[in-house]
């Protein structure tokens, strides 16, 4: 009867077999050769940019496989595998150290294996169809080092805190307890009631309410909140100011921002933009006032009220003062039309509007006043010229008092 072997290919020695020669075959079995091997034996394994395979076959002599410790040597050239192939589909366990420049991922023949990363030793264990983890719970650990970030760990051997400032580098995320962001914004900062300098952004929430003052150059990014972001407050019947001061509001904002929108019928609500005197504030787009929406056309105004408002006029503050001459020759080259705008113009002012912008109008042509009065004409941005008004009531005045002198003239005759 022939002899047979074990799953570690220990050779098992039939009855009545290898008469005289059966101490041999055990001493090859108890020596280094066989269970040697797989107590305590290293093989190496040599990589040359391409994957491994390893086997087992029936024989006590030395084979890799068998080996209790793989040495991962070579050039892998990339992530490789060591595949353990033939004969290898046993239950045991390897120590892995993996001295090459790149992940070996060991693995048997049906299963997806583990991956051993460079520079690293690990214990693996084959259960027969796929390589796993050989240990998952260790009931303490003691480190010779801090543990590094990058591998779970702080960076510190303190056990009292970790050194944001030393410790971490780049954006910690929200997920990690974190900001996301490297550093606060000197309004956002200021609207947190924290004093912090720097540049950086913060993500809101849907519906924001902010209860306190938003101060210090806060620049707010594109607001896409699905319903109105109030920024006001609840009343109590104090009076108070509450500013949105320097801030910038710049970004697409999809709804509308509520300001003071909590009062009661015929409150008022002040808000001071410019954060000094002769400061400036410049609003791009069309501005409504009153119940009307305003166009898209930029720098339009649109209110469904009064408009009041004076101009200076003061002698102190004029010079080279003098009688419009020929007034009533310009009144006549100015004219007064009646006329339908066109369907061009009318589009880019937001369309026809029974109470802002009808077909049919009256008014003056631009052209014609340039060439009597052309100080009351300008150029605007598109080309188009248009016309100062107001101003036309001096022309109107100034060719009173002629028609007048003649009248006068008539009259004494």
């Known amino acids: ?51 491994v395979t390893v086997t087992l076959t029936d024989t006590n002599a030395s084979q890799t496989a068998r080996n209790l410790r793989l040495n991962l040597t070579g050039t892998s050239g990339g992530a490789r595998s060591l595949i353990l192939g033939s004969g290898c589909q046993i239950e045991k366990l390897y120590l892995v150290n993996n001295t090459c420049a790149d992940a070996i991922t060991v693995k048997n023949t049906t299963g997806s294996g583990i991956a051993v990363p460079a520079g690293k030793s690990m214990f693996v264990y084959n259960n027969g169809t796929n390589v796993v983890d050989a240990t ?10 801090a543990l590094p970030i990058a591998s779970g760990g702080t960076g510190s051997t303190s056990t009292t805190f970790v050194n944001l ?8 995320p929200v997920g990690n307890g974190g900001t996301g962001i490297t ?14 300098t720097g540049s950086g ?11 306190t003052t938003i101060d210090g150059g806060a620049t707010f990014g594109a607001f896409a909140s699905s319903t109105a972001l109030t920024i006001g407050y609840t009343g109590t ?10 801030a910038a509001l710049t970004g697409a904002f999809t709804k509308a921002i509520n300001i003071g929108t909590g009062g009661t019928t015929s409150s008022t609500t002040t808000i001071n933009m410019g954060s000094a005197t002769n400061g400036s504030t410049i609003i791009r787009g069309s501005l409504a006032v009153g119940s009307v929406t305003a ?45 339908d705008w066109t369907a061009q113009y009318i589009e880019s002012m937001g369309g026809e509007h029974s109470y802002f912008m009808r077909k049919s109008d009256a008014g003056v042509i631009a052209q ?35 028609l007048s002198e003649k009248v006068k003239i008539l009259e004494a005759k």
């Open 136 to 145: 998952t719970y260790s009931t303490s650990l003691t480190l010779g080092s």
């Open 295 to 339: 166009n898209t056309t930029d720098g339009a105004i649109w209110a469904s009220n009064n408009v009041t408002a004076y101009a200076a006029s003061d002698i102190r503050f004029k010079e080279n003062v003098k009688d419009i001459p020929n007034a009533l020759e310009k009144v006549e080259i100015i004219g007064g039309k009646l006329f």
């Open 183 to 196: 550093s606060f914004g000197t309004g956002v900062a200021t609207a947190l009631g924290q004093n912090v």
């Open 201 to 211: 952004s913060i993500a809101l929430a849907t519906s924001p309410t902010f209860t």
């Open 237 to 246: 019947g104090a009076s108070s100011t509450h500013n949105l001061a320097t």
């Open 368 to 402: 014609d006043v340039e060439k009597a009065m052309p100080e009351l004409v300008r150029t605007r941005e598109d080309g188009s010229l248009a016309v100062d008004y107001p101003k036309l009531v001096a022309l109107a005045f100034a060719a009173i008092k002629e």
């Open 1 to 51: 009867m022939a002899s047979t072997y074990s799953d570690l290919k220990i050779e098992l020695i039939a009855t009545g077999e290898q008469s005289g020669t059966w101490g041999t075959t055990t001493n090859n079995n108890l020596g280094n050769a066989a269970l040697g091997e797989a107590i305590t034996g290293s093989a190496d394994v040599a990589f040359s940019s391409a994957d």
């Open 165 to 172: 400032a030393s410790n971490v580098t780049g954006t910690l």
